[in-house]
Nanobody, 128 residues
Framework: QVQLTEAGGGLVQAGDSLTLSCLGSGRNFTFDSMGWFRQVAGRQEREFVAAINWLPTTTHYSDSAKGRFIISRDNSENMLYLVMNRMKPEDSAVYYC????????????????????WGQGTQVTVSR
């Protein structure tokens, strides 16, 4: 079964750091671009957080993530990571990893509709 599985969510305090991971299984994700999205409770849309190409040579961040979050990947392990630093209460959400096998190395997508496969999500809560 082809799937993505997130881990690492939890409850932290404002200013803390947290690392999320995403394991791909069932096939090789090496050549997919990968992204992190989040969904705030009560909202339907999934907000783009960060993306990385397969090489990996290129990353892209949302304005809210830029300078605080770091996306990385280990293709040998089919793993994707998101290090979140200086966390804020507004970072509280369910975080999802997703794969984009179509766009290629030069274009990182911020539109959730362009990602083909999603994990089940992991809850992150940041208290004040």
């Amino acid at each position: 079964q082809v799937q993505l599985t997130e881990a690492g969510g939890g409850l932290v305090q404002a200013g803390d750091s947290l690392t999320l991971s995403c394991l791909g299984s069932g096939r090789n994700f090496t050549f997919d671009s990968m992204g992190w999205f989040r969904q705030v409770a009560g909202r339907q849309e999934r907000e783009f957080v960060a993306a990385i190409n397969w090489l990996p040579t290129t990353t892209h961040y949302s304005d809210s993530a830029k300078g605080r979050f770091i996306i990385s990947r280990d293709n040998s392990e089919n793993m994707l990571y998101l290090v979140m630093n200086r966390m804020k209460p507004e970072d509280s959400a369910v975080y999802y990893c997703a794969s984009d096998p179509q766009s290629g190395a030069e274009q990182l997508q911020t539109d959730a509709r362009l990602y083909a496969l999603w994990g089940q999500g992991t809850q992150v809560t940041v208290s004040r």
